[in-house]
């Protein structure tokens, strides 16, 4: 069995269904519990995640916590996109049964492309987490801020195969309370910052295509044509594709793998949604890449055809 976590809103149940059904289709020899940690959500969204679940023999489970876990904490950075929800992250061995060892917990602006397998069977010994680095773990400001050595790193938040016996053990959802109540003003990117300063000893890195986020793509980072060409399969092929900026389902996405969203949308109650259906949205959508079509700006991603 492997346990899936996710955190979303009534916002994100089509998003999480995407997300789902592209983990299922792309692991039909695995049964998996999902565990859906939202709060207030309605009762027929919830049937639709679980007939999702149930059309792959699959089984989901919904967790509505207490507002009062969030007591103290508050939304730092994205307020406009991210809601106070996202700091139930930290309280995942709270909130899930104390019988389940370990979760992979994954953001609900992802398409699984792949076997999870050999990441969900990573070993966990001694450590928190097994994650990916985040496109920003360069940034030297972030360590002046989070008060901790480089050269540990900084991993992203929106995919992690959390190992619960170590949370329970170390009761890391109180040492998050704790340390924000603490350290308010070294917490700029909300419960990622918190996890990083509670786990930077205790973690394990995994190769990019467990979470291959989408500054990795981007013609604007300081990676470079070598690292491109280096990390070529992996770009083309991720596991884990993970829409960290802009989202497919917004009308002027650019992101060269925008349509593996929309293969497994089709899958879904949502079939043939496109975010520019709309005459407005076409027309903005035609005016926003105009520039990028005729060559006055240069395309804001890479060019995978030519790794």
């Known amino acids: 069995m492997i346990h899936i976590a996710c955190n979303i809103d009534s916002n994100y149940v089509r998003h999480c269904a995407v997300?789902?059904?592209?983990?299922?289709e792309n692991n039909k020899k695995e049964q998996f519990m999902v565990h859906v940690i939202a709060d207030n959500l309605q009762e027929s969204l919830q049937k639709t995640l679980e007939n999702l679940c149930a059309q792959y023999q699959n089984h989901i489970a919904f967790y509505p916590p207490s507002l009062e876990l969030l007591k103290g904490f508050e939304i730092r950075k994205f307020s406009k996109r991210i809601s106070m929800a996202t700091y139930y992250r930290c309280l995942l061995s709270d909130?899930?049964?104390?019988?389940?060892?370990?979760v992979l917990y994954l953001d609900c602006d992802i398409v699984v492309l792949g076997n999870i397998r050999p990441f969900y069977d990573t070993p966990l010994a001694d450590v928190g987490v097994a994650a990916v680095e985040d496109i920003g773990c360069k940034e030297?400001?972030?360590y002046d801020i989070l008060k901790y050595p480089m050269e540990y790193s900084y991993f992203n938040a929106g995919v992690l195969l959390v190992n619960l016996d170590y949370w329970r053990a170390h009761d890391i959802p109180k040492a998050c309370a704790d340390y924000f109540h603490k350290y308010p003003e070294r917490i700029l990117f909300n419960d990622q910052d918190l996890l990083n300063s509670l786990l930077c000893r205790h973690k394990t890195f995994?190769?990019?295509?467990?979470?291959?986020?989408?500054?990795?793509?981007?013609?604007?980072t300081a990676l470079g044509e070598e690292w491109d060409k280096a990390h070529a399969e992996d770009l083309r092929h991720p596991v884990v594709l993970h829409y960290t900026?802009?989202?497919?389902?917004?009308?002027?996405?650019?992101?060269?793998?925008?349509?593996?969203?929309?293969?497994?949308?089709d899958l879904t109650p949502w079939k043939g949604k496109r975010p520019w259906?709309?005459?407005?949205?076409?027309?903005?959508?035609?005016?926003r890449l105009l520039p990028f079509y005729i060559g006055i700006r240069k395309p804001k991603y890479i060019n995978l055809s030519k790794l």
């Open 19 to 24: 997300t789902l059904v592209s983990l299922f």
């Open 95 to 102: 909130i899930l049964p104390r019988d389940i060892e370990r």
């Open 140 to 142: 030297a400001q972030r």
């Open 206 to 220: 995994v190769p990019l295509k467990w979470n291959m986020q989408d500054g990795f793509y981007r013609n604007t």
């Open 245 to 265: 900026n802009r989202k497919p389902w917004e009308y002027d996405s650019q992101h060269p793998l925008r349509d593996e969203y929309f293969k497994y949308l």
């Open 277 to 287: 259906h709309t005459p407005v949205n076409r027309l903005k959508r035609f005016f």
